[in-house]
């Protein structure tokens, strides 16, 4: 863990509230770290709906095999989540010490193996010993608490200078439902994936296949609209869980008032996320519009937000557009470099394809001396827009990543 | 310009001999840079014969267009490059500016301007001034000689720490001809392009169409399998001429023969960029064998490259290979995770998707420590190979990138 404290972390963490049915906790295991907690799990009293969205990267972890397959059965009963060890690339060992998980889970909670859910985040490559994790889970499962949301956040934690929580009230017919959210991630954060690791439970009953549409639609403008460092982890890992406590399924407009705070949850986990980015001193939101399709958009709005001379420059407090241009045409997404406008905050510094006649460069590096740096540019071919977060690229990301594991 | 001159710098700079018939040059023109020289001439007496690779970027500079559209002529008399200002996204102007250094370059040098090729590198964005180009192109004219080529390969430096230059001597039916080349670039390297400036040439007499086969060919596994930190420029430009002085075009085995030393000369000029990447104390080699095809190796081999995670693993001196399997992961190319094998030099750490069974970190470890890093990935799944290089990220890259403009 980082020893300084990210200068974007929130000033105060929410009150997280209990869920019926739902406990949550974190024991000491001695994976890694020493004096924490770094083995958490998330108990459900009864069967709760599932729903995942996993890393897409082509060699994922051992965890991340285990969720996948057993996704499809849509009902969870407990969820082990280890730091400090990620158990990826570890062949067979990994998955046995998956399987070794699953089971002692199971014995523990009583439950079966196939609605056990689990995740490891951590360093690549390394066997994960589970010797000792059936005592351990016994232990977490005493310890698991309906106020445990704050262990948890904290036990997940791996270069994280701050827990990430989040947590909605809303109304459905006259009745209050809750939605409580965590999340870990600092560095290895790029998009193409779900996220880092990040679980959401809501109180309201929904069915795992709705929950899954949902989890889909609002990961892309969330958690896969954020990027640290352009590296995408073998870990991430998204989950929602309905613990419904064998209440009917709701549908129609009570999952449209859902979506829309699910999405409030998701935004504010991974904005969360850019903002303890390693290193991190400002967030940074990329808006392209004028592009040719959403789709577009989203790919200059990256190349933009993952450009290392941009972010490089937003670290120095220079207003460096050209960096920008640079970054557009380089994305080989259709872009007219004569109509392209460019804005830092609501400060126009290109225009027409060229240094704003207006321009002035106090005006625009006071936008850029902020905490918060909104960029927007106009590419000037059609009607497609996106917006992405980032955090500027330091001298401290390279001290934390040049010596992360040594 | 950056004050520390990179630890990777050569020893020595290579003597560059004349080339019958091409005088080079630089006169101070104050652009941007004080107190050295930044405006750069290469002249031919006959009309030589020319080939170039351009960016990919879908903002070009306006020299870069004003190039593209003059090469079809396969003639050229002159060669001008500015340093200190890109002009590049400075709309109209920018136009305008190319065009009035052509005419000024032109009158002074007694050509058409048609045959005048123009390069400009720095600061995007800002109008280029071009009054006094007139005057400043003819001081440049007289100063030109058969012996400045050290005075071009410096006047066209920005970021750069060291002047780049490479020459060879080669054979043909018992006679002696000559390549030179010289390059410039630091930063804003990335594939997907030709390279930064660089500028070529021969005196063995070659048609514009085949010194064009060749350049194409050969820019790929060098220039294009470079990369510094993944951003593409706007001015990238690579040229090739030859002073053939009105001799009669070789063919057949007399191009095999210079194809081989063109592509040593090329290479060697692609490295000596990587090895002045902005903060560079690193050289790094990824070999990608057993892909789908030479494309995806290629596609793997700068997933790694491009890491900030694997790159900043090398700068703190770690063999990290972790970070290679996340890499190789999120390339999206085929590769079999549980035949994957790594290797930092010739010492084996993964292998069969998980640690090398006689894994020994001080020995990786050992590998790291030096200046230059062969990292060999097997992703078992085909017989597809390629090579690319690049440099570690450091705190230096920082500093210079942080507070490159203002």
């Known amino acids: 863990m980082a020893s300084k ?45 599932v729903a995942g969205v996993f890393t897409r990267s082509l060699c994922p972890s051992a965890p991340v095999d285990w969720c996948r397959k057993h996704l499809s059965g849509g009902k969870a009963n407990a969820v082990v989540i280890n730091s400090g060890n990620a158990n990826a690339f570890t062949g067979k060992k990994g998955s046995e010490a998956v399987k070794l998980t699953a089971e002692a889970a199971a014995d523990a909670f009583g439950c079966k193996k196939s609605t056990v859910f689990l995740a490891s985040t951590g360093v690549i490559g390394e066997p994960l010993n589970t010797s000792g994790f059936a005592e351990k889970l016994s232990e977490a499962g005493s310890a698991a608490a309906a106020g445990g949301w704050d262990d948890l956040a904290r036990a ?88 419904r406590n064998g209440r009917k399924p709701v549908s129609g407009s009570a999952l449209k008032t859902f979506g829309k705070v699910l999405h409030e949850v998701l935004h504010e986990l991974a904005i969360l996320i850019v903002r303890d980015g390693e290193g991190a001193t400002k967030q940074v939101e990329v808006t392209v519009t004028g592009a040719k399709s959403a789709k577009s958009a989203r790919r200059i709005a990256f190349s933009i937000a993952n450009s290392p001379l941009v972010k490089t420059a937003i670290a120095g407090e220079d207003a460096n557009w050209g960096r920008i241009v640079a970054a557009v045409g380089k994305a080989g997404e259709p872009a007219d470099r004569d109509r392209m406008e460019i804005q830092f905050g609501d400060i126009r510094v290109a225009h027409k394809g060229e240094r704003d006649p207006d321009y ?47």
Chains 1, 2 share one sequence.
């Open 5 to 49: 404290i990210s200068p974007l972390a929130p000033e105060a963490y929410p009150a997280m509230p209990a869920i019926e049915g739902v406990r949550t906790g974190a024991v000491e295991a001695g994976i890694k770290y020493k004096n924490r907690k770094d083995l958490a799990v998330i108990l459900f009293d009864k069967p709760a709906e």
């Open 156 to 243: 997940i934690m791996t270069t994280d200078t701050y827990p990430k929580m989040s947590t909605r009230s809303f109304e459905i017919e006259g009745k209050t439902y809750l939605i409580n959210g965590v999340a870990k991630g600092s560095g290895m954060i790029a998009p193409d994936m779900a996220t880092m690791l990040s679980y959401v439970v809501t109180d309201l009953p929904v069915a795992s296949e709705d929950l899954q549409k949902l989890l889909s639609k609002h990961v892309e403008t969330t958690f896969n609209a954020i990027t640290v460092d352009s590296d995408t982890s073998t870990s991430d890992t998204l989950m929602l869980f309905s613990a």
């Open 360 to 406: 002035d460069e106090a005006a625009a590096s006071a936008v850029v001396k902020k905490e918060f740096i909104p960029i927007r540019v106009d590419v000037g071919v059609g009607r497609g827009s996106a917006t992405v977060w980032t955090c500027d690229l330091t001298h401290e990301y390279i001290s934390i990543n040049a010596d992360y594991r040594s």
